[in-house]
């Protein structure tokens, strides 16, 4: 099953820098930054980890002189430069992050860096539960080529009910010892580092780990270039090499069973359909048999907090939605008194996946009563993704918008069954939160 193993990582040399410059030199997901805030990034300085992963596209680019091969250069000019350094033994990282959440409630999620055997889906060791597209892909693997590098990691999950890898991993943490990395980005999150070298917890982990399935939570599109880099390493290799660092990839390791595991909504935000009225929406719902449709009083609707733990608390019981329409302040808990059984649902399609809110919304609501079919929910068309209660309640001002659905998030446990189904879940139906920063340490291949 998974093959983890520690990697000998570049990184900036910590060593010689205070905590305000590291903090200036990392960066979140390239998935997540908009054009201003590579702008941003650019400017706050010269080695940001921004212009490896996320390199500016110029006008003047071309085959020898482009985003990638500008991004191969300043890893190589910061390693000349003595800003970045390769660790001198093999070392497995452990990493916590420290964070609130929208009501307040402070979580430390733990886990570790380091690498993992790359597998076909097919062999089932690696998990997956979500659909790619091609383009981000091809954009990983030409930097991926050119950098030579995983400049970030999958976020992977594994099963360790017993804490067979967290005791001996995680013994710095309890016993208070000085992080190595400790710096607190803008958004608040706080973000330790501990490099373990230590052979024989590295032989613990590896071993606790041999017989389990690794879950990516996050990352599906580097993990599958990363099987596209090997694939093409492969086909120019003089001979066959199981060990080759290409045969491997970074990743961010944490117990499915930790605490700090947390999984947040994404609320929906419908917008732009022709004749939609509110009113009348309720209505049908309420006619199909599969749902339960109450106003939500005035008051919640004035107050997210109040609003956000009475979904979770019918949420207990039952799938549950918030729908709110802008203006005067209309709003609506739909509740599904249904069954596996209900007529949206796929013949084929796994329990598991049946069973997700957002299955029950997508095909339910969006695609058997508005038409916004799978196709529209991929492409966003009439569809919105807002990823705070707060970005969602501000969207019912835009004059486009013309239904919020607030949403309850995805339990772990449901993600672990659709994986372990062999299934995939809608598309934006798991949030991890925090993202994992760029520019902690990095992978060479």
């Keep these: 099953m998974a093959e983890i193993k520690p990697f000998r990582g570049i990184r900036y040399a910590w060593e010689d820098l205070d905590a305000s410059e590291l903090e200036d030199l990392v960066a979140p997901p390239y998935d997540v930054i908009s054009d201003d805030e590579q702008d941003e990034l650019y400017a706050r300085h010269r080695a940001n980890v921004v212009r490896l992963d996320l390199n500016r596209i110029k006008r003047s680019d071309n085959g020898e002189d482009n985003r990638y091969e500008r991004a191969r250069r300043h890893l190589f000019d910061w390693i000349a430069q003595g800003l970045v350094v390769v660790d001198r033994e093999?070392?497995?990282?452990?990493?916590?992050?420290?964070?609130?959440?929208?009501?307040?409630?402070?979580?430390?999620?733990?886990?570790?860096?380091?690498?993992?055997r790359l597998a076909d889906y097919d062999e089932r060791v690696v998990l997956p539960h979500e659909r790619t597209l091609r383009g981000p892909k091809k954009d990983r693997l030409e930097l991926m080529k050119a950098t030579e590098c995983n400049l970030s990691q999958i976020f992977f999950l594994y099963d360790d009910p017993d804490s067979a890898v967290d005791g001996s991993l995680y013994s710095p943490i309890e016993a208070g010892v000085e992080a190595t990395l400790d710096i607190t980005t803008?958004?608040?999150?706080?973000h330790r580092l501990w490099p373990i070298t230590d052979k024989e917890v590295q032989t613990t982990v590896m071993g606790a780990l041999k017989d389990s399935p690794l879950l990516i939570a996050d990352g599906h599109h580097r993990y599958e270039t990363a099987l596209a880099y090997r694939n093409f390493r492969r086909r120019i290799a003089d001979e066959p090499d199981e060990n080759a660092p290409y045969e491997f990839v970074m990743g961010f390791l944490v117990n499915i069973h930790d605490p700090g595991l947390q999984v947040f909504p994404t609320h929906?935000?419908?917008?732009?359909?022709?004749?939609?009225?509110?009113?009348?929406?309720?209505?049908?719902?309420?006619?199909?048999?599969?749902?339960?449709?109450?106003?939500?009083?005035?008051?919640?609707?004035k107050d997210l907090d109040a609003l956000r733990s009475e979904l979770g608390r019918l949420g207990e019981s039952a799938t549950s939605f918030a729908v709110v329409s802008p203006g005067a302040s209309r709003g609506a808990w739909v509740r599904f008194i249904g069954d596996g059984e209900a007529s949206f649902f796929d013949a084929d399609m796994p329990e598991s996946v049946r069973r997700l809110d957002?299955?029950?919304?997508?095909?339910?609501?969006?695609?058997?009563?508005?038409?916004?079919?799978?196709?529209?929910?991929?492409?966003?068309?009439?569809?919105?993704?807002?990823?705070?209660?707060?970005?969602?309640?501000?969207?019912?001002?835009?004059?486009?918008?013309?239904?919020?659905?607030?949403?309850?998030?995805?339990?772990?446990?449901?993600?672990?069954?659709?994986?372990?189904?062999?299934?995939?879940?809608?598309?934006?139906?798991?949030?991890?939160?925090?993202?994992?920063?760029?520019?902690?340490?990095?992978?060479?291949?």
């Design 268 to 301: 929906r935000v419908v917008h732009s359909l022709d004749d939609f009225d509110f009113g009348v929406f309720l209505q049908d719902l309420d006619a199909t048999g599969h749902f339960s449709v109450e106003p939500i009083a005035d008051e919640l609707l």
């Design 90 to 116: 093999p070392t497995i990282y452990v990493h916590e992050q420290q964070f609130e959440d929208e009501a307040g409630t402070t979580y430390a999620r733990r886990g570790f860096i380091s690498l993992v």
């Design 358 to 445: 957002v299955t029950i919304l997508h095909d339910g609501i969006f695609d058997s009563l508005l038409g916004i079919d799978r196709a529209a929910q991929r492409e966003m068309t009439n569809l919105a993704y807002i990823k705070s209660w707060g970005g969602a309640d501000k969207s019912l001002a835009s004059e486009d918008t013309q239904m919020v659905v607030f949403m309850n998030p995805t339990p772990v446990e449901q993600v672990n069954d659709v994986c372990l189904s062999g299934s995939k879940m809608p598309q934006k139906s798991t949030y991890f939160y925090p993202k994992i920063l760029s520019g902690l340490v990095w992978n060479p291949l």
């Design 186 to 190: 803008e958004d608040g999150i706080r």
